[in-house]
């Protein structure tokens, strides 16, 4: 539904310049909610600015619902319009709601309307539809100051979906919001998508976010996309960044000698008895250090750091079984006698390599 090949996009000032985009490759599927995470300046918003052309693209080209917007150039009147026409179809909503104050809720939603060229009585009718679908019917005559943080935003939704949009670009909706209204909104954004079919583009810092409402993410840093897939994909994937960030578990190793592994439950392994089997079968002793369940776009998940007594070479057998079982097994440290052991065992979150984890690597590489 929204693709895009190389895209790049350069801020010259008088005195510099800043790459905000770095060649993005995005795919985000038809009906999908996809979730852009990053930390602030990773360029988010310039993504999302350049995905429905506020911003023009440097460089790369955008595909939204099958037509290339950045074909659309020139100054010509037809090129504009056929711009504007399929700007239309792409709704936007703000972290900062940009609501107008003098105007009220409905007069908020109809102003898109007018702009489309509805006439009066078709703009009032389309805009109650639109405020009763965001659960605000009783809000038409409001005006914005009169309303809460999670109803502004609700105008906001509402407005966006004007042009009846195909899709739905927001851009830190929820963080001007406490957490209960950031759920409220998410949740109506999830039933948006579900009820109109409507693909949700978001861009959060938050991985809360993520977790309640995306069905596929991406990590951005410097103006790249450095992971993306779905959730079920990335939670699969071995030394994902994301999928460490969506279950964080610590612990440290209770003394020296021991493995430490992270093991990923998905689908079908997060109700199998599998540590109680692995603990049977090879009669090892298993602690735990950490753990993490949650739901995840409706499915359970969840990460457990574990414990083995022995180095990586006595524990390959008994690893290979998790991943028989269907697990996503990830070596989080390796015993090393001579070194203390894995004492770091806690800093692969906060993404930093430790001399045991390239050790855990080496260990891994040379048991394929
Ligand atoms: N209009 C602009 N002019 C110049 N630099 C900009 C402009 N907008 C964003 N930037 C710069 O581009 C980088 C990415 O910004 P942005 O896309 O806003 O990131 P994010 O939304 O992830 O915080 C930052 O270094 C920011 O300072
Ligand atoms: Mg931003």
Redesign the pocket.
Known sequence: MITTKDLTKV?R?RDRE?T?LDGVDLHVRDGEVFGVV??????????IRCVNLLERPTAGTVTVDGQELTALTGNSKRAGKELRRARGRIGMVFQHFNLLSSRTVLGNVELPLEILGHSGQERTRKARELLDLVGLAEKAGSYPAQLSGGQKQRVGIARALAGDPKVLLSDEATSALDPETTRSVLQLLRDLNRQLGLTVLL?THEMEVVKAVCDSAAL?KG?RITESGTVPELLATPGSELARELFPVGGVPSAPGRTVVDVTFHGETTTEPVISKLSRTYNVDISILGAAMDTVAGKQVGRMRIELPGSFEDNVVPIGFLREQGLTVEVAAVATPAAGAASEAGSRASGAASPDEDEAARAEESAK
């Open positions: 801020y000032t800043v905000a990053g930390q602030s300046g990773a360029g988010k918003s310039s993504l861009i951005m103006g």
